[in-house]
């Protein structure tokens, strides 16, 4: 596989005193779509700020195109995080009520100092062929739907000529219908333009369609990473199982037992000792709550942090004090 366009390593981000991302690590590739899930309050929006510049790492390390972008940005000067666009999980509120969408379109191509006649003919086509026709350029975000909303959205992070979009929840709030419409404009977008996604869903029908690996993340730690289709198929982690349990699919060979957690997410301010995991988990044991499991490849290209993984308990992995 080739460099990753974007390599996470060991993140923290602090609120306070109160810790959301607990030592995140994670690459993404070019051309390629990353999920990331799990319980809200996991730490998958911190993630997503972080990685755009809108909320400072507290420690860690972020490359994007292999350059390391904690320098300071120097005034005139282009910055790595510039390949890096957000598509906020409530597009309508991120659209600023006083501009049209002209106005708002027009805004990036002028703070990076692109604005000309080609490449705002260049930026109208592309909506065009998202479905943005110039009828909708005169409009305010509260005239638009919900659609029409995430898609001048998009147009206006696809002006500043990202290399990289990170979308959280894109498809919330949507009918089913303008979900596949939407899906299927990011992959054509991607095809097209070469785009790498983080995709950030609770919805795991849309992340089991559209990425190519997922990330499953717990109380500011991800627990198990890999091919979708793989832990799809046979978590190796039982939060993991958990999750999946609860997903609606209407395919009868999709379905599985229902998996209930006991108790709630423990707070992010007060994690438990060792496997974050193990108050709620199902086949917990004692060493559990005393030691804390590294992501352990797996020959089938997983990782999981699990001393006693689904299907696995009776062999142990490797584990950190």
């Known amino acids: ?89 409530d597009p309508a509120a991120s659209l600023s009520p006083r501009m049209t969408v002209s106005t708002l ?21 592309l909506g065009s062929g998202i479905g943005l026709g110039p009828q909708l350029l005169h409009r305010y975000p509260h005239q638009l739907s919900g659609g029409q909303a995430r898609r001048v959205a998009l147009l206006r992070a696809l002006a500043a000529k990202p290399q990289i979009i990170i979308a959280d929840e894109p498809t919330a709030g ?12 990011l992959r054509s977008l991607q095809a097209k333009l070469g785009l790498s996604y983080l995709l950030i869903s609770h919805n795991l029908n849309v992340i089991g369609r559209v990425s190519d690996r997922v990330a499953v993340m717990y109380l500011g730690q991800i627990i198990e990473t890999g091919p979708t289709q ?4 046979a978590p190796a982690h039982p939060y993991t199982e958990a999750l999946l349990s609860s997903n609606l699919t209407v395919r009868a060979d999709r379905r599985r ?29 004692p060493v559990c709550a005393k ?22 308990t009776a062999v142990p992995h490797a584990i950190a004090g």
């Open 230 to 233: 793989t832990i799809f198929r």
């Open 257 to 285: 037992e229902r998996i209930v957690l006991k108790g709630e997410l423990p707070s992010p301010s007060n994690p438990p000792s060792g496997c974050r995991f193990h108050p709620r988990c199902p086949v917990a044991r």
């Open 105 to 125: 379109l027009a805004e990036p191509l002028k703070i990076r100092r692109d604005f000309s006649l080609a490449n705002w003919q260049a930026l109208l086509e």
């Open 1 to 89: 596989m080739n460099d990753p366009v974007l390599s996470l390593k060991d993140a923290m981000v602090r609120y306070g005193t109160t810790t959301t991302v607990a030592g995140v690590s994670f690459e993404l590739f070019l051309a390629e779509t990353l999920g990331l899930v799990g319980e809200s309050g996991c730490g998958k929006s911190s993630v997503a700020r972080a990685l755009a510049g809108l909320t400072p790492l507290s420690s860690g390390r972020l490359f994007i195109d292999g350059h390391d972008v904690l320098p300071k940005r120097r005034p005139g000067k282009p910055h790595a995080r510039d390949k890096v666009q957000l598509l906020f999980q």
């Open 291 to 312: 030691v804390s499991p590294e992501l352990v490849r797996k020959p089938d290209g997983r990782a999981v942090a699990c001393i006693f993984p689904v299907n696995e």
């Open 174 to 185: 949507l009918d089913i219908s303008v979900q596949g419409e939407l899906l299927n404009l």
